[in-house]
């Protein structure tokens, strides 16, 4: 394992002397939880491409520390009194990465790239009527009818990224790969290491906003002049490299980590997301027996929520016993409406009704990361659970990248497809129906697992047509009992993963995904 460390970060220090970084740069050098494959954030929802979009591309709004949304890329905007035509102005000073001023055409095609791939912009275009350039710097949304979640959509972390309309013009299913943005910080594509390292460069260019750093919103202010992204896939390595101080920050330490962590005199340890992250059991709805609804059903009553969370976190405080909100616990959108099934494993009920969906008895495929700790324990106490519950698996194990990839794949299990994996997401998206993106039923514009229920969606197209907050949150238990009938996924628990830096690093903002502006390294 030392060997492998020393390999490791011996290459990053040569490739980054080879390019004439000097030691006395401000380079913070970042151990990631999965080695990036796919550069496109409206092509692929693994987390590793979300982050990495945040730091390259920017939002024309985002949200506060009270999930409230500010503008970011926009300067200022109207609406009409009928609440159906929403006018927007650009501020000053944006540019992309390679010189070009961005203008309205980029923003509008970056738009409908958004409402075409992403859940929270395939609800926001059901009341679109059209969408305008006024000028270069100004364009205009009109509406069918009132929408009470505009900016909500526009500031959400599920909101669009503003690409160069060359790029964001590419047919949908086209990969975006010259990941271009307006962002504080550049990727440096020469310097893309697959499988090691990628690297980001401050953008001299950027003109952050005048108010002071406020989560995703407010100043993005590039402190550092190198961000370095390591993938050590050997957790132990990784740890190692921390303590010594090889490394800077680490984004996602394994949870059974963090008490040799804060036990470091020298390192912080911290939960920058209030609200915590879901872990999740996605199943294939395009093949049996996950394609009836009852299947869906039976994986409730095998899921023992305790025995997940001790294997995932292990220390009680960083976990929740129980929670069968489907928007997470402790937000606004919380009820435990339906989740009764969770409670308890029945593996006689659960037997009952595959057999009431048709499942044949062949192996279910299961999706195990190697290189993911919580999923792949996650995954252990799954496939455990399947046997218990006379389910014969067949377990396909490969790194999460390689999983994420095969699960954009809609061939049967049996012919390079799958039935199961597990993911999590966090923070405020989730606690909304529109922008929770394993919740989204709309069948082939789902996420991997598609999941079909379109009188579900018509549940959560009527609480976003209410723009009464009190009668739209009234509607929260009507729309999940609904999501334990057809169940697009099955929450497996809700849990807090810390970050950890060194104590030379300051500004690290609370965030529902670890951001690097504002970041300082002494």
Same mark, same amino acid.
């Given at each position: 394992m030392m060997k492998i460390r020393h390999i490791l970060l011996a290459a990053a220090m040569t490739l980054s002397s080879a390019t004439g970084v000097l030691a006395a740069d401000k380079t913070l050098r970042a151990v990631v939880h999965a080695d990036i494959k796919v550069l496109d954030p409206t092509w692929t929802a693994t987390y590793i491409t979300t982050r990495f979009a945040f730091v390259v /591309?920017?939002?024309?709004?985002? /949200?506060?520390?009270?999930?409230?949304?500010? %503008?970011?890329?926009?300067?200022?905007? +109207?609406? $009409?009194?009928?609440?159906?035509?929403? +006018?927007?102005?650009?501020?000053?000073? @944006?540019?992309?990465?390679?010189?070009? %001023?961005?203008? $309205?055409?980029? !923003?509008?095609?970056?738009?409908?790239?958004?409402? =075409?791939? *992403?859940?929270?912009?395939?609800?926001?275009?059901?009341?679109?009527?059209?969408m305008d350039v006024v000028d270069a710097k100004t364009f205009r949304i009109v509406l069918k009818e009132p929408f009470g979640l505009v900016l909500d959509?526009?500031?959400?972390?599920? +909101?669009?990224?503003?690409?160069?309309?060359?790029e964001a013009g590419k047919p949908p299913n086209e990969q975006i790969t010259a990941a271009i943005g307006s962002g504080a910080f550049k990727f440096v594509r020469e310097e893309w290491r697959p499988g090691n390292k990628v690297v980001f460069a401050r953008n001299q260019a950027y003109v952050p906003r005048k108010e002071a750093p406020d989560m995703m919103a407010g100043a993005h202010l590039a402190k550092l002049d190198r961000l370095e992204w390591l993938y050590i896939p050997d957790a132990n390595t990784a740890l190692s490299a921390m303590m010594t101080g090889e490394v800077d920050y680490y984004e996602m330490p394994p949870l059974d980590f963090v008490r040799v962590l804060k036990e470091s005199p020298d390192i912080t340890v911290r939960?920058?997301?209030?609200?915590?992250?879901?872990?999740?059991?996605?199943?294939?709805?395009?093949?049996?027996?996950?394609?009836?609804?009852?299947?869906?059903?039976?994986?409730?009553? =095998? *899921?023992?929520?305790?025995?997940?969370?001790?294997?995932?976190? #292990?220390?009680?405080?960083?976990?929740?016993?129980?929670?069968?909100? /489907?928007?997470l616990c402790h937000s606004a959108a919380e009820t435990d409406v339906g989740s009764e099934p969770l409670r308890k494993p029945d593996f006689a009920k659960a037997r009952a009704l595959l057999k009431e969906a048709g499942y044949d008895g062949k192996p279910l495929v299961v999706l195990q990361p190697t290189d993911r700790p919580q999923y792949n324990a996650a995954t252990a106490v799954? =496939?455990?659970? @399947?046997?218990?519950?006379? *389910?014969? !698996?067949?377990?396909?194990?490969?790194?999460?990248?390689?999983?994420?990839?095969?699960?954009?794949?809609?061939?049967? %299990?049996?012919?390079?497809?799958?039935?199961?994996?597990? +993911? $999590?997401?966090? #923070?405020?998206d989730v606690s909304s129906p529109i922008s929770n993106i394993w919740f989204n039923s709309r069948c082939a514009e789902a996420n991997p697992g598609w999941a079909c229920d379109l009188d579900l969606d018509k549940l959560v197209g009527t609480w976003t047509r209410e723009s009464d907050a009190a009668k739209r949150h009234a509607l929260i238990p009507d729309i999940q009992a609904r999501a334990y009938v057809s169940v697009p996924y099955v929450p497996l628990g809700q849990y807090f993963q810390p970050i950890a830096y060194r104590n030379n690093v300051t500004g690290v903002l609370d965030a529902p995904m670890p951001i690097y502006w504002n970041i300082d390294k002494k």
């Open positions: /591309y920017d939002t024309l709004f985002a /949200y506060d520390s009270k999930f409230q949304p500010q %503008p970011q890329m926009v300067d200022t905007w +109207t609406t $009409s009194d009928d609440k159906l035509t929403w +006018t927007f102005t650009l501020r000053p000073g @944006l540019a992309f990465h390679d010189g070009a %001023p961005v203008t $309205s055409n980029d !923003v509008l095609a970056s738009l409908k790239r958004w409402m =075409i791939k *992403i859940g929270a912009g395939q609800a926001f275009a059901k009341f679109v009527a059209h959509s526009l500031g959400s972390p599920a +909101t669009a990224y503003i690409m160069p309309e060359r939960n920058i997301d209030p609200l915590g992250s879901q872990i999740l059991l996605r199943p294939n709805s395009l093949f049996p027996p996950f394609d009836n609804y009852k299947a869906r059903q039976a994986l409730l009553y =095998i *899921i023992d929520q305790a025995e997940f969370m001790q294997a995932v976190a #292990g220390d009680e405080s960083l976990y929740l016993k129980f929670c069968g909100a /489907y928007f799954l =496939i455990e659970s @399947l046997r218990r519950a006379g *389910i014969p !698996v067949d377990v396909q194990s490969a790194d999460w990248s390689t999983i994420s990839v095969r699960r954009m794949r809609r061939d049967p %299990p049996d012919k390079g497809g799958w039935n199961l994996f597990i +993911t $999590s997401q966090g #923070g405020p």
